[in-house]
């Protein structure tokens, strides 16, 4: 009852939250027109139509780092024209010094945060919670994705159709770079008719370390917060079409076991998107395959508990934030209740798909969210079918009530169905003090057969997430018998608290530094099932410091407690006794710029280490040649020494990269463990014919190493694979 009571006690604050919901910022009447265009525009980074001359500016574009809501020291145009289907936005980045423009990168969804940037920001409903994000970098690469709960989750798996040019350029009015848009109504979805769209738009230049934003350029506001953009408007005649994308696709595969034997197949299947309404939209597949999918990065697991890998296949990452629930403060996700990963995996052997359906989107005030898969029988699991239902209600401005319903077992033979509620209320403006707010209820019950025991798990986080000071708590109950069939959960029979406060101080003359992170987080789990604590750690950073170089160095002191209650084989061999262990660690850590040409990074961790000690040595050694080529190595080594025994646990990766054009791109990833003694090695040939028309090749192949070790290897299996993917739009 008295953890009943705690929660019940948190709505309580809902009245203080609410005070807050309305904006009190002066840029919440940022406003702009879009001009209809009277020609034609040529998609190639040159705003030289008469269209682009007679377009309005978008108006003043001040800084938000590193001085908030002051001039931008460089100048910046943005102008928006429309036709009846699509939106152009031209950028001129002007700039006083050309030859310091950073593009390093040029693949498809690159990461930007090394480059000078551009994002959009489209919030096409106008609800301030939802918006499509857009950027690129001088090199012209093309990046998207979704925002979804004001920021709270951004998908950068979802691709859309859409095109973007850039050029650089030195003419009488100064020197810089441009970039054209042109995104196609048919890839947004939207209410017809409606006039006004949230907008906002933002520049980065790198090596200044500076952030120039159109809407909103304070600190305390990231750019993802939907609720602080502007407003654009003059889309009324915007035209959707009849919605329906249809996308066919052909495979073909070449394989090759360890005794030389070769093997040839081929199949085909289709993706098909149609918008049920402007804001319902409808994804079905059949015979999917996911030949195109990235491996997964390796792992070696030192602790008691499962590692999490994210979902990289695209038909689940496709609109898949509407999905999410039960967030926590933390970074590593305790509970994931719908984790489509258990969907199409099982044990690590892939289950082949033989059809899905996907219905996402908006009706009203409520978003919603529903999936059915069918797999197919295999060797060693017979044929499934899969459920997940979502619905989420809209409160106010950034807050909802939401619940979630899963049903289907990947291994079992039985029945396994999963409930949730959530509850989220959120502001921007607590208190009118233009500070983010956020608290989170949830709780969840698992329905199997034949269990009856405390299968419910249930918690709340709170989080002030802001420039000057960040706070976090969260709190959570997981039972010994809860266990979502097709969600992640790390650990059962727990309870579990985390608090966390950051200190981020901006010192003005103090050794270059730009901004200090001083961080304490505490993190405790309790067996509830034992009434015994399981483990406690207490993380503290007293030096995290970003310069304003963008290199940083940071030390941390983390004293940790562990108590085993069963024999623990932390590797081959080695066994903790149960017990409890508590001993101290040590870090320290320190990368450089990533907008330089070369590139290091080298963490250690030092120090006690259950019954002896260990060292922990990451690093990452990173070679550009902008924007066409980025060469890779990394590397993590454990070397602990226990009175139980000793081990040494290693992980090599190296990625290289080439960029011909921001639509042919090849990409390379070897990995080795000393786990399970495998060199692995993938490359992927990416080609956009066009927007929505890919072909891909991929080549696989793995090496397995002697059991004498060394450099004695001998070839596992080979696979290469094509596909071809075509877009129909109607």
């Known amino acids: ?102 593009g390093t990168q040029m693949r498809r969804d690159a990461p930007l945060e090394s480059d000078d940037r551009i994002q959009i ?18 090199a012209g690469a093309l990046v998207d994705g979704l925002i979804i709960e004001n920021g709270r989750n951004i998908n950068y798996d979802w691709n859309a159709i859409w095109n973007v040019r850039v050029r650089h350029f030195q003419s009488a009015e100064g020197a810089g770079w441009s970039a054209e848009f042109s995104i196609p109504f048919k890839s947004l979805g939207f209410n017809p008719g409606q006039d006004v769209w949230g907008f906002n738009f933002s520049r980065r230049i790198i090596r200044k370390i500076e952030e120039d934003r159109w809407s909103s350029p304070r600190l305390d506001v990231q750019f993802t917060q939907v609720s602080e953009a502007g407003d654009i408007d003059g889309l009324k005649d915007a035209e959707q079409g009849l919605g329906l994308d249809m996308r066919p ?18 199949t085909g299947g289709a993706d098909v998107f149609y918008n049920i309404t402007s804001g319902l939209r409808l994804t079905a597949t059949v015979n999917t395959d996911f030949a195109e999918t990235e491996v997964d990065d390796r792992q070696i697991n030192l602790t008691r508990f499962p590692l999490f890998f994210p979902e990289k296949r695209s038909f689940f990452l496709e609109n898949a934030g509407v999905f999410n629930f039960a967030q926590n403060s933390s970074s590593r996700p305790d509970l994931v209740p719908f984790f489509s990963r258990r969907i199409g995996l099982l044990n690590g052997q892939e289950v082949p798909i033989l059809a899905g359906a996907k219905l996402t989107g908006k009706i009203g005030k409520y978003d919603i969210g529903a999936l059915a898969v069918r797999t197919r029988e295999t060797g060693f699991v017979e044929a499934k079918n899969f459920f997940v239902g979502r619905v989420k ?33 959120a502001t921007a403006n607590l208190l009118n003090s233009r500070h983010n707010f956020s608290l989170d209820i949830f709780a969840s019950k698992t329905d199997r057969k034949n ?29 010994p018998d809860y266990s979502p069939a097709l969600g992640f959960l790390s650990r059962r029979a727990v309870d579990n608290l985390f608090l966390g406060m950051v200190f981020q101080p901006r010192p003005k003359k103090f050794l270059n530094v730009r901004q200090m992170f001083n961080e304490v987080f505490f993190t405790w789990y309790r067996r509830n099932d034992l009434k015994q604590v399981e483990n406690w750690r207490f993380f503290t950073a007293p030096v995290n410091w970003r310069f304003n170089s963008g290199d940083r160095f940071e030390v941390n002191w983390v004293p940790q407690f562990e108590r085993l209650f069963q024999p623990f084989e932390i ?67 454990t070397f602990a ?28 990833l070897i990995q080795f463990d000393n786990e399970t003694r495998n060199v692995g090695w993938q490359s992927r040939l990416r080609w956009i014919l066009r927007p929505g028309n890919d072909f891909f090749l991929v080549f696989n192949q793995g090496w397995e190493q002697n059991y004498r070790g060394g450099f004695n290897f001998r070839q596992a299996g080979t696979r290469l694979t094509g596909k071809m993917q075509y877009t129909f739009r109607f």
């Open 393 to 425: 209600r809209n409160l106010f401005k950034q807050s909802y009530i939401g619940g979630l319903y899963t049903e289907g077992d990947p291994s079992g033979t039985t029945t396994s169905r999963t409930f949730g509620a959530d509850l989220r209320l």
């Open 571 to 637: 590797a081959d061999g080695v066994i903790l006794p149960p017990g409890d262990y508590q001993f101290t660690r040590y870090r320290v850590e320190f990368n450089t710029a990533a907008k330089r040409r070369w590139e290091i990074g080298a963490t250690w961790w030092f120090g006690g280490y259950y019954s002896g000690h260990a060292d922990e040595i990451s690093t990452e050694f990173v070679y550009k040649i902008a924007p066409r080529f980025r060469f890779a190595i990394e590397s993590s080594q």
């Open 451 to 479: 269990v009856r025991g405390d299968d419910l798990a249930y918690g709340f986080s709170a989080s002030y997430p802001n420039d000057r000071w960040e706070a976090y708590a969260d709190w959570k109950h997981f039972g």
């Open 1 to 102: 009852m008295k953890n009943h009571r705690t929660i019940l006690s948190l709505l309580l604050l809902m009245p203080v939250l609410l005070s807050g919901h309305t904006p009190a910022t002066a840029y919440a009447g940022k406003r702009a027109a879009v001009k209809n265009l009277t020609g034609r525009i040529s998609i190639d980074g040159t705003l030289n139509e008469p269209d682009w001359a007679q377009a309005m500016e978008l108006g003043e574009i001040l800084q938000r780092e590193p001085n908030q809501e002051v001039p931008a020291t460089e100048r910046t145009v943005v102008k928006l024209l429309l036709d009846k289907d699509n939106l152009y936005v031209g950028v001129i980045c002007y700039d006083s010094e050309p030859d310091k423009i950073v």
């Open 249 to 266: 696709y052909a495979v073909g595969k070449w394989q090759r076991d360890e005794q030389g034997n070769n093997k040839f197949t081929g």
């Open 121 to 138: 920001l489209l919030d096409t409903f106008h609800d301030r919670r939802n918006a499509f994000y857009f950027a690129t970098n001088p």
């Open 641 to 668: 020494s226990l009175k139980e025994g000793s081990f040494v646990a290693r992980i090599f990766a190296s990625r290289i990269d080439l960029a011909f054009s921001p639509f042919l791109t090849l990409s390379n």
